[in-house]
C-alpha cells in the first residue's frame, strides 16, 4: 500500500501541472476521498466490530499476497485429517463422501455462493467477478485508542498462523490493493461487544482449521467460526439465526464471513462496494 500511496502523490502532481489553477485542488480532493474511501476511519471503531478485507478486481481466493497457496495447503491438510476421523470432526457420512471429492477449487465455489440469497442458482464465471474465499477479523481497541485486529488464518503478518492479534496498521500493511469493509453486530452494546471480543482474545494461539465444523468447538478456527463462536458464547446469539452449531450434519458445512456480511443482524458502517 505504501506504493498505492506514492503512487497517489505522483499523480497529484502530475495533474497540478496539467490542470488549471482554480481546479486543482477539486481535483486533488476528488482523489483523496477515493483513496480514502477503500478504508473504514478507524476513529470509528470500536472494540468487538469486524472487519471483512478484499481484494480490489482479483479472482485469487484471498487478500494477502502470500496467502493463497498456503490457504490451498492448509485446507487440503485439515481435509484429510477430517477424512480421517470423521465423527471427532461432527462430519456427517454424507458430508465426508462429499469432502473425499471435493477440491479446492470446489470449495471456493461453495464458500463463495453461501452468501448469496435462498434459490439464487447463479453462478459466477471464471474470468467473470472476483470469486473470493473472504475473510473476517474483530477489532480490538486498545490503550489510547490503538486499534488491534483479532482473526483466525492460516497465515497472518510475520507467517503466524492460528488465532493471532495484529495491531490494525500492521495489519493493513500485511496486505496488497485492497478494500476493508467495517462493520457492527446490532442491538448488543458495547460491554456486550467487548465481551464478544474478550472470548475471541481467549482463543490466541489456537490453530486455524477449514474442518472443524462444530461452531462451538474451540480446538481450532477458521475466520467466521471464530466470530460464531464469541457471539454465542458471550450473548447466546447465533447471527445466522441458526442455534445448532454442528455444521458438519450438512453440506456446505462452512459458515462464511459473506454470509456473516450479509445478514440483518450486521450493520455494514463502511461499504467501498459489493462485497
Request: proline letters at 6%; aromatic letters at 10%.
Amino acid at each position: 500500500m505504501r506504493h498505492d500511496r506514492r503512487a497517489l502523490v505522483k499523480g497529484l502532481a502530475a495533474l497540478a501541472v496539467a490542470s488549471p489553477a482554480g481546479s486543482t485542488l477539486a481535483v486533488a480532493q476528488t482523489a483523496l476521498k477515493t483513496a480514502v474511501a477503500d478504508f473504514p476511519d478507524s476513529r470509528a471503531f470500536q472494540t468487538g466490530d469486524l472487519l471483512w478485507p478484499k481484494k480490489k478486481g482479483a479472482f485469487v481466493p484471498n487478500t494477502r499476497a502470500a496467502v493463497p497457496n498456503e490457504e490451498r495447503r492448509a485446507w487440503e491438510a485439515s481435509r484429510q485429517r477430517a477424512l480421517a476421523a470423521p465423527a471427532q470432526a461432527g462430519v456427517s457420512p454424507e458430508v465426508a463422501e462429499k469432502l473425499k471429492a471435493m477440491r479446492f477449487e470446489d470449495f471456493e465455489q461453495l464458500y463463495h455462493r453461501e452468501a448469496q440469497s435462498p434459490g439464487d442458482a447463479t453462478t459466477r464465471g471464471a474470468l467473470g467477478d472476483t470469486v473470493s474465499v473472504g475473510h473476517v477479523g474483530l477489532i480490538e481497541v486498545g490503550a489510547h485508542g490503538v486499534a488491534y485486529v483479532v482473526e483466525a488464518t492460516p497465515q497472518g503478518p510475520g507467517g503466524a498462523a492460528g488465532v493471532i492479534r495484529t495491531r490494525y496498521a500492521d495489519w493493513l500493511d500485511a496486505y496488497a490493493n485492497i478494500q476493508v469493509w467495517h462493520g457492527r453486530v446490532r442491538n448488543l452494546d458495547a460491554r456486550q461487544r467487548a465481551r464478544v471480543l474478550h472470548v475471541a482474545a481467549g482463543q490466541l494461539g489456537k490453530p486455524y482449521d477449514f474442518f472443524n465444523f462444530d461452531l462451538n468447538d474451540d480446538r481450532g478456527f477458521y475466520c467466521s467460526k471464530l466470530v460464531w463462536m464469541s457471539l454465542w458464547r458471550t450473548a447466546k446469539l447465533a447471527i445466522d439465526d441458526n442455534p445448532d452449531p454442528r455444521r458438519g450434519l450438512r453440506f456446505p458445512p462452512w459458515f462464511s464471513p459473506k454470509h456473516l456480511i450479509s445478514l440483518k443482524r450486521v450493520e455494514v458502517l463502511h461499504k467501498p462496494g459489493e462485497y
